[in-house]
């Protein structure tokens, strides 16, 4: 009987922790995206408002100016001479309807997300700008090993506490 409440109290304690991780997992990817986007943002207003050249490079951007036909007009990492029309990228097309938009594209090959941000200029121009960020599993792996350490802990605390609950529960029954 004591070893049955020590065992389904340190299961439930594992089960319950795996669970907690997980939800956590996918709480602070959102959060991480949704702040990635916003750093997106921030740098089109300083482009927008400063009408400054930002070095892409600082923090692995890229920048690309697109016309309202779709046109691209600059791009900081490519040739814009091959380069096929955007007008039909969702973020170009949704800045073009509503003034802003942004999308977030997975990259098969990469392993990451590529997170867009675009905004309407006051002279019709599109302004994008792009950064390559990691995808869940990435992120997952990267706080993998702390989720860890919490488990092994997490275990071993609910095998002391089950222990003494199986004990403090059994003892009145042995005593009779």
């Known amino acids: 009987m004591k070893k049955k ?53 600082i923090d692995n951007l890229r920048i690309t100016v697109i016309d309202s036909d779709g046109k691209v007009e600059y791009d900081s990492n490519a040739d814009i001479g091959s380069m096929d029309n955007h007008g039909n990228r969702p973020e170009v097309k949704q800045a073009l309807k509503t003034g802003s938009g942004s999308a977030i594209r997975e990259s098969g090959t990469l392993e990451k997300n590529t997170y867009y941000y675009a905004e309407k200029m006051n002279h019709g121009q599109i302004i994008r700008v792009a950064k390559e960020a990691g995808n869940l599993w990435q992120f997952g792996a990267q706080i993998f090993p702390i989720f ?18 199986a004990q403090s529960l059994i003892k009145p029954i042995e005593l009779m």
């Open 5 to 57: 409440i020590y065992t389904r109290m340190t299961i439930i304690s594992v089960i319950f922790t795996i669970i907690t991780m997980i939800a956590s997992v996918g709480i602070f990817y959102n959060i991480y995206r949704s702040q990635v986007m916003e750093d997106l943002k921030t740098h089109v207003h300083i482009l927008k408002t400063t009408e400054a050249v930002l070095d892409p490079k």
């Open 148 to 165: 860890l350490v919490v488990l092994i802990l997490a275990i071993g605390v609910s095998l002391v506490v089950a222990k003494l609950l």
